[in-house]
Each structure stands twice: as C-alpha cells, then as structure tokens.
T-cell receptor
Framework: GAVVSQHPSWVICKSGTSVKIECRSL??????MFWYRQFPKQSLMLMAT?????????EQGVEKDKFLINHASLTLSTLTVTSAHPEDSSFYIC?????????????FGDGTRLSIL | QQQVKQSPQSLIVQKGGISIINCAYENTAFDYFPWYQQFPGKGPALLIAIRPDVSEKKEGRFTISFNKSAKQFSLHIMDSQPGDSATYFCAAIVSGNTPLVFGKGTRLSVIA
C-alpha cells in the first residue's frame, strides 16, 4: 500500500511554455504533499509543502509565481512550472505524507525529468 | 531547515566488502531516521529506518547504527554487491506534517 504516482515521468518542452506535473496518492489520502527539486549529483531540495485545501508553503528562494502548486483534493497535488526556461530543467519529485497508512512517514513518487529547450 | 551532514560524498567498495556511510544531525527533536536508496532517474526508496530509542537495526545485509548521545547514525551494507551501486541519502524528520531533511548523498560504486 501507500503508492504515490507521479506523471509525466519525462517531459521536454520549449522555453516559455508551462508544464504541469501531477502527484497522486493511489491508495490513501494525503493531506500533505511535498515537492522537491533535484539537480544532477545533488540532494533533494524541498521546494514547497502542499496542504489540501490551503495555499502551499514555499521554501525561501522558491518563486511562488513561477512554481504554482495546487492541492485540490486529498489524493492529488499539481506543480505547474510557468513560463519555463532552460534553468528550470531538473528532476522534480513529490512525496505524500502517509499518516498511519504506512510504516514510514512519507512515500515518494518516481520523479519527473523536465527538460526545457 | 536543520542540517543533516553526510559523509563520504562518494565511496568505492569491492564486491563482498562492507560499505559504511555516516550521518550527523543537530536537531534533538528528530525522531525518525530513514535511509533512502536512489537509482538514476528514479525517486528515492526507503531502505531502512530507525527511531532514537534503538541503537541498532538490521534488515538483511543492511544495518543502521544509532548513537543518540553523539547525534550520529550510520548505514552498513554487508557483502556489498554491484546491484547496490546507487546514491544513498540519510534523512531525519520530526514526526508530523513536516518535511524530511536530507543529507547530501553518497554515491556508492561496488566493483567486481
């Protein structure tokens, strides 16, 4: 149990377009989801904490208007990279807080590799 | 975020050897210490975890040693195999709706 699905797994798009990444908890409800960004050979960097029905909490240095997060239901959070540029190319990973549904506090999706041309 | 310091940055171990990765933390409120394994292009997957009331936990070839007084914990991989080659992250968390705090990762290469 406690499966987190992330879609798409890989996206390539032109500079200036917006890209939406979905994070779903498949068999449990997640009131809290987290979005991370990971550059090559580096650790996961927390971008924001997403709470169902309320505004996301962004980490210092993360542009709220650039990275739009919506957590409209207990099983879905979305991250939209608006007007993407090559420097936004990265590996984006979500995790969902399991709250008693698992023996671990969070489960991770398999990530989305975003490449901006 | 409170920091979790991880070392070494990279590690090369011969097949059959022991891989050891160390982490240190500062925040005594942390109450769960997981280790994650990440393969290229994949999200991190939980390998093994420990809570501070236990000094050691073993699951198969993987063992966590935890030293509460020193605020340190380590991962030991016994009989390391080429399939263990991956990046390993230690992490820590205060239970509740809080994010994991990750170490910087260790790239392990197990050579035959």
């Amino acid at each position: 149990g406690a499966v987190v699905s992330q879609h798409p797994s890989w996206v390539i798009c032109k500079s200036g377009t917006s890209v939406k990444i979905e994070c779903r908890s498949l068999d449990f409800q997640a009131t809290t989801m987290f979005w991370y960004r990971q550059f090559p050979k580096q650790s996961l960097m927390l971008m924001a904490t997403s709470n169902e029905g309320s505004k996301a909490t962004y980490e210092q240095g993360v542009e709220k208007d650039k990275f739009l997060i919506n957590h409209a239901s207990l099983t879905l959070s979305t991250l939209t990279v608006t007007s993407a540029h090559p420097e936004d190319s990265s590996f984006y990973i979500c995790s969902a807080e399991t709250r008693g549904h698992s023996n671990q506090p969070q489960h991770f999706g398999d990530g989305t590799r975003l490449s901006i041309l | 975020q409170q920091q979790v310091k991880q070392s070494p940055q990279s590690l090369i171990v011969q097949k059959g050897g022991i891989s050891i990765i160390n982490c240190a933390y500062e925040n005594t409120a942390f109450d769960y210490f997981p280790w994650y394994q990440q393969f290229p292009g994949k999200g991190p997957a939980l390998l093994i975890a420990i809570r501070p009331d236990v000094s050691e936990k073993k699951e198969g070839r993987f063992t966590i040693s935890f030293n509460k007084s020193a605020k340190q914990f380590s991962l030991h991989i016994m009989d390391s195999q080429p399939g263990d080659s991956a990046t390993y992250f230690c992490a820590a968390i205060v239970s509740g709706n809080t994010p994991l705090v990750f170490g910087k990762g260790t790239r392990l290469s197990v050579i035959a």
